[in-house]
């Protein structure tokens, strides 16, 4: 069983940042890819960024990509988003996923790939 806390949301304006993090429990975090969803009103959960278990594999939504950045520590069982140069429609809630992997170069696209989830953070960019 993991569980998943996310924090670092609030209110931005656009071209600002933030940096979402998201702590697990256990102690065989580096099993894990971790991956970073979110959720706007009315529309569904969409895939941001994912990470592999030992953090040398990862890949972004194309709309992200030069703005957002994925990383991991393993010691500290925490998984981070840097949001740079954010948009109005960066706005939703921002979760945190795990999925047991085989090998720690994998990472997951889909959510059902992964196992556990947080209860999300709120980010609000404003203009």
């Known amino acids: 069983q993991v569980q998943l806390v996310e924090s670092g949301g609030g209110l931005v304006q656009a071209g600002g940042s933030l940096r979402l993090s998201c702590a697990a429990s256990g102690r065989t975090f580096s099993r894990y890819a971790m991956g970073w969803f979110r959720q706007a009103p009315g529309k569904e959960r969409e895939f941001v960024a994912a990470i592999s278990g030992s953090g040398g594999g990862r890949d972004y939504v194309d709309y992200v990509k030069g703005r957002f950045t994925i990383s991991r520590d393993n010691a500290k069982n925490t998984v981070y988003l840097q949001m740079n140069s954010l948009k109005l429609e960066d706005t939703a809630i921002y979760y945190c996923?795990?999925?047991?992997?085989?090998?720690?170069?994998?990472?997951?696209?889909?959510?059902?790939?992964?196992?556990?989830w947080g209860q999300g953070t709120q980010v609000t960019v404003s203009s």
């Open positions: 996923a795990a999925g047991v992997t085989t090998y720690s170069s994998t990472y997951y696209y889909r959510l059902g790939q992964y196992t556990y």
